[in-house]
């Protein structure tokens, strides 16, 4: 079970720290993002040793994923938010696979949270 945490409402170029606690180990562990009418977007992955990272040229510079272990915790830090960020944000999960893999297709992620929603004002 994933649940996801920290959506909320902020102005452009404001900050956003979103968390995603997982009820158990996890390998690969991604963010994805559903905007209305839009479709769903890839954003950023971490390997469970957090050594290998990937992101979306959309974000990249501006959100960093990170996660603890130890708290079976993921994190996006969202910063210079835009309001063409304004979406429904979800995290994604393994359980199972390669310490150091990074999958970043939906398709590859078994488990998937509510999802949390942000709004980016202008």
């Known amino acids: 079970q994933l649940v996801e945490s920290g959506g909320g409402l902020v102005q452009a170029g404001g900050s956003l720290t979103l968390s995603c606690a997982a009820s158990?180990?996890?390998?690969?562990m991604g963010w994805f993002r559903q905007a209305p009418g839009k479709e769903h977007e890839f954003l950023a992955a971490?390997?469970?040793?957090?050594?290998?990272?990937s992101y979306a040229n959309s974000v990249k510079g501006r959100f960093s994923i990170s996660r603890d272990n130890a708290k079976n915790t993921l994190y996006l830090q969202m910063n210079s938010l835009k309001p063409e960020d304004t979406a429904e944000y979800y995290c994604?999960?393994?359980?199972?696979?390669?310490?150091?893999?990074?999958?970043?297709?939906?398709?590859?992620?078994?488990?998937w949270g509510q999802g949390t929603e942000v709004t980016v004002s202008s």
């Open positions: 994604a999960a393994n359980s199972a696979g390669s310490m150091f893999e990074v999958s970043i297709r939906s398709g590859e992620y078994r488990y």
């Open positions: 158990g180990r996890t390998y690969s």
């Open positions: 971490i390997s469970y040793l957090g050594s290998s990272t």
